[in-house]
């Protein structure tokens, strides 16, 4: 995130640093190969190269790649003089002045994030729900086929919901099941499915038109996942009807925390549909 314009020469590393706009370690890497300091300042070896003593910086003979390169750096640095001026540094940012909110701007703003994170995040659920549908939008919740790529042995590795001798998957289990989707649609939740996690999210989305269409999404995953865990830790087998109360009682309770201007609508949906 930072580089040099070299004037002295002596707070910037030849091989390591970006000065003048090359990083010559990368740019010449076999020579680099053969580099005795790869740490030396840009002063030290300049001056070294000036007095001809190739021997000083490295390793010799040269394998004739290293060589070739050698003779390209030397045609380089032919052209810079150093001057009796500290070297000037600056940041990716064109500035000085190094700051955290720019460093880590820079660090995530080419990664692409679905909106899916923002509208998780944003949400009015508890953290321990937003926790739990963050690992679901990374897939790191342990379904059974997540356990079986683990090695950890079960007798059995279907869905335990539907009992249609299909493997519990992700994708599956929240929104291909006839448990889940039945789930769904008492709550005029229309079956979408699609072989993407966020294309359905997306569909969902679409199809709610609610403002907190993310906490309903939230707490009906919840629900089931919930079901599912209390048959297979506690050996209870619960209903449409019951997934349904659970997801009602968990809804319930945001009208607490969701802004003053979704409270009525948020409790008129709920009237409606559960």
């Known amino acids: 995130m930072a580089s040099v314009t070299i004037m002295d020469g002596y707070t910037s590393f030849f091989w390591s640093d970006i000065w003048n706009g090359r990083l010559f370690s990368s740019q010449f890497p076999e020579l680099f190969s053969f580099a005795k300091d790869k740490h030396i300042s840009v002063q030290t070896f300049i001056s070294m190269l000036a007095i001809e003593e190739p021997d000083e910086l490295f390793?010799?003979?040269?394998?004739?790649?290293?060589?070739?390169?050698?003779?390209?750096?030397?045609?380089?640095?032919?052209?810079?003089?150093?001057?009796?001026?500290?070297?000037?540094?600056?940041?990716?940012?064109?500035?000085?002045?190094?700051?955290?909110?720019?460093?880590?701007?820079?660090?995530?703003?080419?990664?692409?994030?679905h909106s899916a994170f923002k509208w998780l995040w944003k949400s009015s659920c508890q953290a321990k729900r937003k926790?739990?549908?963050?690992?679901?939008?990374?897939?790191?919740?342990?379904?059974?086929?997540?356990?079986?790529?683990?090695?950890?042995?079960?007798?059995?590795?279907?869905?335990?919901?539907?009992?249609?001798?299909?493997?519990e998957r992700l994708m599956h289990l929240f929104f291909s099941c006839p448990f889940s989707m039945s789930c769904k649609n008492t709550l005029g939740l229309a079956p979408m499915i699609f072989d993407d996690l966020f294309q359905t999210l997306s569909a969902f989305k679409l199809h709610l038109q609610q403002p907190f269409f993310m906490e309903i999404i939230i707490y009906i995953c919840w629900a089931i996942w919930s079901a599912r865990n209390d048959n297979?830790?506690?050996?209870?087998?619960?209903?449409?009807?019951?997934?349904?109360?659970?997801?009602?009682?968990?809804?319930?309770?945001?009208?607490?925390?969701?802004?003053?201007?979704?409270?009525?609508?948020l409790a008129q949906w709920i009237e409606h549909y559960v």
């Open 232 to 265: 297979i830790f506690r050996g209870l087998q619960h209903s449409i009807a019951s997934c349904k109360a659970s997801f009602r009682r968990e809804l319930t309770q945001i009208k607490f925390r969701v802004s003053n201007n979704l409270k009525t609508p």
């Open 131 to 167: 926790f739990f549908f963050w690992l679901l939008l990374q897939d790191r919740l342990s379904t059974r086929d997540i356990l079986k790529w683990r090695n950890m042995e079960l007798q059995c590795y279907d869905c335990v919901l539907c009992h249609l001798c299909t493997e």
């Open 59 to 113: 390793h010799l003979p040269l394998s004739t790649q290293a060589y070739g390169q050698f003779q390209q750096l030397n045609s380089i640095i032919a052209n810079i003089t150093l001057q009796a001026r500290n070297d000037v540094w600056s940041y990716i940012w064109n500035s000085n002045i190094f700051t955290s909110s720019k460093a880590y701007l820079n660090l995530i703003s080419t990664r692409q994030v």
